[in-house]
């Protein structure tokens, strides 16, 4: 079978290696790759800027596959399902796995970022890992680790109907938190600094407010909400100077969420961040629960799962042709499909 590993950053190579035994250890299934969703990590990853990283890997972690074999007391799944995958995992059940925060753990594991991912085409996964549903494409099913993320962060935020979110980043995952918080009730604007990729927040979304961070944003936001201020700020940035900007932007009582992540310190005025009593809050992963509810709002027509996928690129492609991916300038999702 094909594997496609980064030795290092720009560098690619293709392997090729046994396919693994259907002869399977307890708890575990035999999967094979069918879709493969390119995330913000990997191409962070090909240019050597991820953090908690380290090559060679194989990248791939949002993934739609197919059960090919199971072990006899794999009871979730059975062969011939179509599955999302939930690729985070803890080896070791420390402080916050027992407390419910499996996605936090001391000792978490990603797959395509600590350990190797879904750019092969067959691989051995715990089943319980595994979110099967054949009402689903496959595309969907790439698209719902992603839209996981966005969840997460609204169940943090603690969204309310009267609230006023504002997301910052209108890539992959704000759009998806964009669309969470708008099943919550709440009136929600978007925040870019490019006004193409609010264009196309609009038509994603139909969220009806949008504003570019390069103009004067407590000026513009006082005029849309007649002298009020965001309650609920999310950022998907992961830009530094957007982020601290956070705490000049929200509602005294507010409350930020943080989605994206920068290697560096978070600075802010102290007396103004008391003053306000705002609540900081880091959003990770997400939860396996997570994605069952995401699998349903799916199958129910609530949450969109593909409308933002605009470029794809087959699985043989992708050494001569990812790298093509950072000059697409309306590039918002990438899908690797593997024959």
Same mark, same amino acid.
């Given at each position: 079978?094909?594997? !496609?590993?980064?030795?290092?950053?720009?560098n690619w190579e293709e392997l090729n290696i046994n396919k693994p035994s259907e002869v399977l250890s307890s708890g575990n299934a035999l999967l094979k790759v069918k879709k493969i969703g390119v995330c913000g990590t990997d191409l962070h990853a090909f240019k050597g800027q991820q953090p908690f990283f380290n090559y060679p890997?194989?990248?791939g972690h949002e993934l739609a596959v197919e059960v090919v074999a199971v072990a006899d007391d794999v009871i979730?799944?059975?062969i011939g399902d179509k599955c999302s995958v939930e690729p985070y995992y803890n080896d070791i059940i420390g402080q916050a796995v027992k407390r419910g925060k499996t996605n936090c753990g001391e000792h978490l594991q990603v797959l395509g970022v600590h350990v190797d991912g879904g750019m092969q085409e067959y691989f051995v996964y715990p089943a319980k890992f595994l979110h099967a549903t054949n009402?689903?494409?496959?595309?969907?099913?790439?698209?719902i680790e992603p839209l996981a993320i966005g969840c997460h962060a609204v169940d943090r935020a603690d969204i309310k109907e009267d609230d006023i979110v504002l997301v910052i980043g209108v890539g992959p995952i704000g759009l998806g938190t964009i669309q969470f918080a708008k099943l919550k009730g709440a009136r929600v604007i978007a925040m870019d600094i490019d006004d193409s990729k609010l264009e196309q927040c609009?038509?994603?979304?139909?969220?009806?407010?949008? !504003?570019?961070?390069?103009?004067?944003?407590?000026?513009?936001?006082?005029?849309?909400?007649?002298?009020?201020?965001p309650t609920v700020i999310l950022d998907?940035?992961?830009?530094?100077?957007?982020?601290?900007?956070?705490?000049?932007?929200?509602?005294?009582?507010?409350? !930020?969420?943080? !989605?994206?992540?920068?290697m560096g310190d978070v600075v802010f005025h102290d007396p103004s961040f008391h003053k306000k009593e705002l609540t900081l809050k880091a959003s990770r992963a997400a939860l396996g629960t997570d994605f069952g509810r995401i699998i349903k709002l799916i199958e129910e027509g609530k949450i969109d799962a593909t409308s933002f996928i605009t470029h794809r690129m087959c699985f043989d492609e992708v050494p001569t042709e990812f790298e093509k991916l950072y000059k697409q300038k309306d590039l918002i999702k990438a899908i690797i499909e593997i024959n």
């Open positions: 079978m094909k594997v !496609i590993r980064l030795n290092e950053p720009g890997r194989v990248l979730n799944v059975s009402s689903l494409s496959d595309d969907q099913l790439a698209m609009k038509e994603i979304t139909k969220v009806e407010d949008t !504003i570019n961070a390069l103009g004067n944003v407590e000026e513009e936001l006082a005029t849309l909400l007649n002298g009020d201020l998907a940035t992961g830009n530094p100077t957007s982020m601290m900007n956070t705490f000049k932007y929200a509602a005294a009582g507010g409350t !930020i969420v943080f !989605i994206g992540l920068f």
